[in-house]
């Protein structure tokens, strides 16, 4: 029901949207907040900046082992501001071929604080904590392929709100079974980020951003790791055209030497990240987001291929620094190494 009252909202917001930017023209820039004028510039104090894309990473069945590292992009927040960010993500993973049956959905939580030392240098601390489940997203998935005339694939072929993960080792042997009696979360962790804008651009070049993180496990959990840290670094581009904001980006992430039960995992993980964000009045826009994550796994057949997800939603600011995040994840690609289906949702306060 919440996913489908994500689609009800969405589906009602946007003709609003559209009407509001017909009968107004473009809000001038920053945006105005006829209510509040004394901080006009929370998100949209420099140039090519905008909210920015949604706050997602890739959950699919590898990749949501060792979560946390994101690419960072440039954004207007002066110095001595503070966010706090809150956000949760479900997604289902649903799999089924001769060396693997995956059927199980992830809960991701996620709380982030943020400290602009500087205008263009800020620190975060995040402590983010997944959980694998049964769930509920079966029965919405197979009413919304009915509804509209969708093939089902391999789902009648599962029972309904499993927790189950089978894989065969890539050498033989007894596979790799993980069901609902595996402790949960399944991974806990705290990572630390300096983020600099080196540049906000002008009217020809884009805005530009670099991240540095260190990532530690807060608790033990089902990846088995060989050092006390991880370590990411990212570099993100956006540019503003008329209403639109174009983001392109990537992250590497280094591991160490890490299996799942056994399964080993690849020391360096990447990701890149393409949005595109409509701003379709002073405090709402549109976001699309693609979103590209190496495969983690080693000699695992598709789940040591490319994820490929699709992010689509919209982030609305109904008080000034206040910022709701809401969206929908689907797979394309490789549908046996990314979620079949999800939802992600959060606020962020800034002050």
């Given at each position: 029901?919440?996913?489908?009252?994500?689609?009800v909202?969405?589906?009602?917001?946007?003709?609003?949207?559209l009407?509001?930017?017909?009968?107004?023209?473009?809000?001038?820039?920053?945006?105005?907040?006829?209510?509040?004028?004394?901080?006009?510039?929370l998100?949209?104090?420099?140039p090519?900046?905008g909210y920015?894309?949604?706050?997602y990473?890739?959950?699919a069945?590898i990749?949501?082992?060792?979560?946390?590292f994101?690419?960072?992009?440039p954004?207007?927040?002066?110095a001595?501001?503070?966010?706090?960010?809150?956000t949760?993500?479900?997604?289902?993973?649903?799999?089924?071929?001769d060396?693997?049956?995956?059927?199980?959905?992830?809960?991701?939580?996620?709380i982030?604080?943020?400290?602009a030392?500087?205008d263009?240098v800020?620190?975060d601390?995040?402590?983010e904590?997944?959980?694998?489940?049964?769930g509920?997203l079966?029965?919405?998935?197979?009413?919304?392929h009915?509804?509209?005339?969708?093939?089902?694939?391999?789902?009648?072929?599962?029972?309904?709100?499993?927790?189950?993960?089978?894989?065969?080792r890539p050498g033989?042997?007894?596979?790799?079974v993980?069901?609902?009696?595996d402790?949960?979360?399944?991974?806990?962790?705290a990572?630390?980020?300096?983020?600099?804008?080196?540049?906000?651009?002008?009217?020809?070049?884009?805005?530009l951003?670099?991240?540095f993180?260190?990532r530690g496990?807060?608790?033990?959990?089902?990846v088995?790791?060989?050092?006390?840290?991880d370590?990411g670094g990212?570099?993100?581009?956006?540019?503003e055209i008329?209403?639109?904001?174009v983001?392109?980006?990537?992250?590497?992430?280094?591991?160490?030497?890490?299996?799942f039960?056994?399964?080993k995992?690849?020391?360096?993980?990447?990701s890149?990240?393409?949005?595109f964000e409509?701003?379709?009045?002073?405090?709402?826009?549109?976001?699309?987001?693609?979103l590209?994550?190496?495969?983690a796994?080693v000699?695992?057949?598709?789940?040591?291929?490319?994820?490929?997800?699709?992010?689509a939603?919209f982030k609305?600011?109904?008080?000034q620094?206040?910022l709701?995040?809401?969206?929908?994840?689907?797979?394309?690609?490789?549908?046996?190494?990314?979620?079949?289906?999800?939802?992600h949702?959060?606020v962020?306060f800034?002050?």
């Amino acid at each position: 029901m919440g996913a489908l009252g994500l689609g009800v909202a969405f589906a009602l917001a946007l003709p609003a949207a559209l009407a509001a930017q017909d009968q107004a023209p473009y809000p001038p820039f920053p945006p105005e907040h006829p209510e509040n004028q004394a901080d006009p510039g929370l998100w949209f104090g420099k140039p090519n900046v905008g909210y920015g894309p949604l706050h997602y990473v890739s959950l699919a069945p590898i990749p949501s082992l060792r979560t946390g590292f994101e690419t960072h992009f440039p954004d207007a927040m002066p110095a001595g501001k503070f966010d706090l960010r809150v956000t949760e993500s479900w997604v289902q993973n649903q799999a089924l071929s001769d060396r693997f049956t995956l059927d199980f959905e992830v809960m991701r939580s996620n709380i982030d604080f943020t400290w602009a030392l500087a205008d263009n240098v800020r620190l975060d601390l995040a402590i983010e904590s997944a959980s694998r489940t049964g769930g509920a997203l079966d029965a919405f998935i197979l009413s919304f392929h009915q509804a509209f005339g969708l093939a089902i694939g391999d789902r009648d072929h599962f029972a309904r709100n499993e927790n189950t993960i089978v894989i065969q080792r890539p050498g033989g042997g007894p596979p790799v079974v993980v069901d609902e009696n595996d402790p949960q979360p399944y991974e806990q962790a705290a990572l630390l980020t300096l983020r600099h804008t080196v540049t906000y651009g002008d009217d020809y070049f884009p805005a530009l951003a670099w991240s540095f993180s260190v990532r530690g496990n807060v608790a033990s959990g089902d990846v088995h790791r060989s050092g006390p840290f991880d370590l990411g670094g990212s570099i993100g581009l956006v540019k503003e055209i008329e209403t639109v904001h174009v983001y392109a980006g990537a992250n590497l992430a280094w591991f160490g030497s890490e299996d799942f039960f056994g399964l080993k995992l690849r020391p360096l993980q990447w990701s890149t990240t393409v949005a595109f964000e409509w701003h379709v009045f002073t405090e709402f826009s549109i976001i699309a987001q693609y979103l590209v994550t190496s495969g983690a796994g080693v000699g695992l057949g598709d789940l040591s291929l490319p994820v490929h997800e699709i992010v689509a939603g919209f982030k609305w600011e109904p008080w000034q620094g206040v910022l709701i995040e809401i969206s929908i994840v689907e797979n394309i690609i490789n549908p046996y190494n990314s979620p079949d289906f999800g939802v992600h949702g959060g606020v962020t306060f800034r002050w």
